[in-house]
């Protein structure tokens, strides 16, 4: 069955630890997404990727980094996490070749609450 | 530039009852339009989207949204509602040339027994 994964699903960790959020789809879209949602606050796209070795920053500026070395593979990194970075990052992805047939229907992965103590 | 408003953080209703939440958005054209469902810790899922065509348009778990151009609307409604349908709600655009969605502030939708 086609999906999207992330893990881990909680990460709770100190201040100062590198830490890498995992999200991988088995759908073969090419474009794939970081947002950032924190507590009854709407998504913000934090990295973009429209395929393999082409990755953007999102509209909210975010300490984090991202890379796109195969299709289905889209991890995020914090070199030094703090608590402002305490959130929800949640994973999506599309294909405009698809099933969204064009119109840029995203899906979503279930989210990695992290809490940075 | 886009945006898109949900009127109302909470919303109420009882079991039975009619469900509307509310969506309004800005855009220089008329842009692809979204609601999604959240449960507690999960993810985004697609209730349904309005493209082209029909400007009534039908989802999953009896929901339907009208897109109303005049109004820069896409209202939510689901004529009875059930506990199951507690959850957040955010309404989403997609704009010409936009690389992503952007999503409202979203509705928490508290169903009373």
């Known amino acids: 069955e086609a999906d999207i994964y992330q893990t881990p699903r909680y990460l709770v960790i100190g201040t100062g630890k590198k830490i890498t959020l995992e999200c991988s789809q088995t759908m073969g879209h090419d474009k794939m997404y970081w947002y950032q949602q924190d507590p009854g606050m709407e998504l913000h796209l934090i990295h973009y990727?429209?395929?393999?070795?082409?990755?953007e920053k999102g509209d909210l500026s975010s300490e984090s980094t991202v890379s796109r070395i195969r299709t289905e593979h889209f991890p995020l990194t914090l070199e030094s996490a703090r608590p402002s970075h305490t959130s929800q990052y949640l994973c999506a992805s599309s294909d405009p070749k698809g099933a969204g047939g064009g119109y840029n229907e995203q899906f979503f992965g279930p989210g990695t609450r992290l809490t940075v103590l | 530039a886009q945006s898109v408003t949900q009127l109302g953080s909470h919303v109420s209703v009882s079991e039975g009852a009619l469900v509307l939440l509310r969506c309004n958005y800005s855009s220089s054209v008329p842009p692809y339009l979204f609601w999604y469902v959240q449960y507690p810790n999960q993810g985004l899922q697609l209730l349904l989207k309005?493209?082209?065509?029909?400007?009534l348009v039908k989802g999953i778990n009896g929901f339907e949204a009208e897109f109303k151009k005049s109004e820069t609307s896409f209202h939510l409604t689901k004529p009875s509602a059930h506990m199951s349908d507690a959850a957040e709600y955010f309404c989403?655009?997609?704009?010409?040339?936009?690389?992503?969605?952007?999503f409202g502030s979203g509705t928490r939708l508290q169903v009373q027994p």
């Open positions: 989403a655009v997609k704009g010409p040339g936009r690389r992503a969605l952007t």
């Open positions: 990727s429209y395929g393999v070795n082409s990755t």
């Open positions: 309005y493209t082209t065509g029909a400007t």
